[in-house]
């Protein structure tokens, strides 16, 4: 089993930054990609970036520029740097991971708590 702690969020005024964490611990050595998902008031949840065991990165396209994503194997720890953050970006946070269960293409997806981001003036 893999288990997810987020932390870094706040609030936040528009255009400032803030730095999410994701330390993952139990079953490790099994994580294949991780990810960062969001879910704004009355919206579906949805996938802001993620990151494959060998670094490459796909970004939302209404993140792309702004935030990065980027993890740190040694520490099990995935990061979200969030720039020039706006007043949309407002969102409750998940982090994600996936182990593989197989060689077809089937996994077991991994949720943290969640972690409150609030952009605002």
């Known amino acids: 089993q893999v288990q997810l702690v987020e932390s870094g969020g706040g609030l936040v005024q528009p255009g400032g930054s803030l730095r999410l964490s994701c330390a993952a611990s139990g079953s490790i050595f099994s994580i294949g990609s991780m990810g960062w998902y969001r879910q704004g008031p009355g919206k579906q949840r949805e996938l802001v970036a993620a990151?494959?065991?060998?670094?490459?990165?796909n970004y939302a396209d209404s993140v792309k520029g702004r935030f990065t994503i980027s993890r740190d194997n040694t520490k099990n720890t995935v990061y979200l740097q969030m720039n020039s953050l706006k007043p949309e970006d407002t969102a409750v946070y998940y982090c994600n991971a996936d182990r593989p269960l197989d060689y077809g293409g089937n996994y077991q997806r991994y949720w943290g708590q969640g972690t409150q981001v609030t952009v605002s003036s």
């Open positions: 990151i494959t065991s060998d670094s490459s990165t």
